[in-house]
């Protein structure tokens, strides 16, 4: 891609509506803009590390069986009735919809999924089934001051499970452990990510959320100095000790929340009256779970922790382009070849191929937008290239080739 | 995928209430799930459809450099009102936000994205530029009866071009027009779908659509016998031509309005205030475009097209499997071995696995379903499997290898 021909703008200062360093910096380089507290537009550098960050969880997603799906904004106030949601849910969107009719926007979909599970499974036969999508939802919260880590419309990957019994409902739980570790691991927060143990509600002992931690984060949790668990404030009064391996040592920590998996058991079927038949003929109701992640949140989280004085610093595998290529000659003759070989070559690179931008400022805007590895096109470089790692000082001078197939290796 | 284990159920009999063809089938063979009128989940085999058309939309797109982006939901009231729109456009679904704020549900993104571009484009060196998104939108339609073809929450693509002049928007327009009609071929529609002369508002002699021959149309136009092109009914008084060869034989014929192309002009910009420096140093308004696809709605048109009095018939590039397999026998030995070949070779399957379901149950299942390939393994095919495609009669019996070869060149 072009430069000059990228839809985006960075700006010098830190936007004055902003309290939040992720929405700064995000809005700063140009990878999101504010339509409005808590919303956002996502623009092509952006969209793309939301794609990645969506992709990986996918992909994690698929390898546990969960089916995609997609399920709507639009509730009927019927089903939030039901659950006695359509009162107690504070931040619920409500709107009335034609012929007078009381609706809500999606916050998260239990209503939706519990109803549209009871259409498919019948026996114990179609059972353990797992679905998932990847969707926009609402929040109406009060205050949104955190930029994406607390929008009121935001992107989520939600996965609902169905089991015949609280054992199985266990088995997949942890097999939903497992795939989550992977995916902070493959979003390089899975060091500071660690499973924290919060209010199971009504029906449950703990829930888990994974806390990533973060000094700017919102959330306090305390941590165990000899495992990786937390425990949330919430909690600590009734549970003072590591709920793992019984250790007193815990030490208060700011964390941002990214995702929580959840046992909801048969709260969301009895409200339903969702229920299989077992093996012996008998009706049973259908234990569930429910697991979240936020992308557009770990997008938040990703640009909070990923940064220096000068700007963001992505990781590999989510920046927005692989390369970042600069041209500082006064005409592009030689950045341009160079360009072509690059893609050519299958590798996704930005170029700054902008005529009448001094130096300097190219130099600025590339360690603001952060793409992990950049290439310097100069008199001063004659038929080599400088190269240089974003999250390095380290300037070398490659030949083309070297260059490239540094880079083959590394992207 | 194994059928044992897909998220889906099949009906036999057309859902009570819906009316339009396109939904009684998409629904009874579990690609969508009615949640209330004019909103739907899509459910596995629907949502695998729709990322297909989604992605043949999405690589036109970028072809003619549109770059992608993601725009809200949730729309400020004052956006709306800086157009006139907030009162002028009916459907349009309102709310109050947190602090009492007039919020809109976008129904097009044309308040949203001008004063984003506003932030983008300020030098005619900046233009022309191009961005969309593939995004849910809503409609607070009165009546809701055709299924996905007029839905209270659907799915577009919305593309805005911006523009130093008329004659560039021009030929821009012309690019997309060819783009646009790319996509129809792609999507087995090319020869049925009709460029159509439509009213183009209070700035523009014509705006046009793109309908898609279908007896269960909604929209009437007049098609000229001597060109592919058509005229709205809303337009045949004043125009009862061919606007393109001047014939006057026009046949009127109902149609699916899939697509649609404005020139905007200088509506929105003049409304925000957004204006460029041209290269004399003098401010002009930003000239706009817009050019918009359902891919719901053209899963929705699919369907009433691609069918027959069985049940659903995919093209091959949109089915949501490749291959059907059908085991008959009575254990899985020998299906299995032949399902692990196949996805060994890349090849996307639907499996039917499932023990204790009737030859008769599972073939109309399957022809209901309408993936492209059908295997069939039983007692009566031996060594050999045996091959039908859903839109033809002939079957044969070939050997596995056989059957790889041809599939792989197929699909």
Sequence with gaps: MKQSKLFYKTLKENPKDEEAKNARLLIRAGFVDK???????????????LKKIENIIREEMNAIGGQEILMPVLHPAENWKKTGRWKSFEQLFKLKGAGNKDLALGPTHEEIVTPLAQKVVFSYKDLPIAVYQIQTKFRNEPRSKSGLLRAREFIMKDLYSFHASEENLEKYYMQVEKAYEKIWQRLGIGKITLKTYASGGDFSKYSHEYQTLCQTGEDEIYVCSKCKVAV?????????????CGNKKLEKQNAIEVGNIFKLKTKFSNAFNFKYVDKHGHEKPVVMGCYGIGPSR???????????????????????????LINLNKNTN???KLYE???????????????????GEKLAEADLLGIP????????TGEKV?????????????SEDEIIKMLRNKT
Tied chains: 1, 2.
């Design 373 to 380: 590895h950049r290439l310097v096109v100069s008199e001063k």
């Design 386 to 398: 400088e190269y240089k790692k974003r999250s390095e000082k380290e300037v070398k001078m490659l």
């Design 298 to 324: 770990i997008m938040g989280t990703l640009a909070e922790i990923f940064n220096d004085d000068k700007g963001l610093v992505w990781p590999d595998n989510l920046a927005p382009f692989d390369i970042h």
């Design 232 to 244: 949330n404030k919430e909690l600590i009064n009734e549970q003072s000790e590591c709920p793992e």
């Design 334 to 336: 030689k950045s341009e």
């Design 35 to 49: 339509v409005m507290a808590g919303v956002y537009n996502y623009l092509p550098l952006g969209f793309r590390v």
């Design 341 to 359: 070989k690059l893609i050519n070559q299958g590798l996704d690179v930005l170029y700054d191929d902008r005529l009448g931008v001094s130096a």
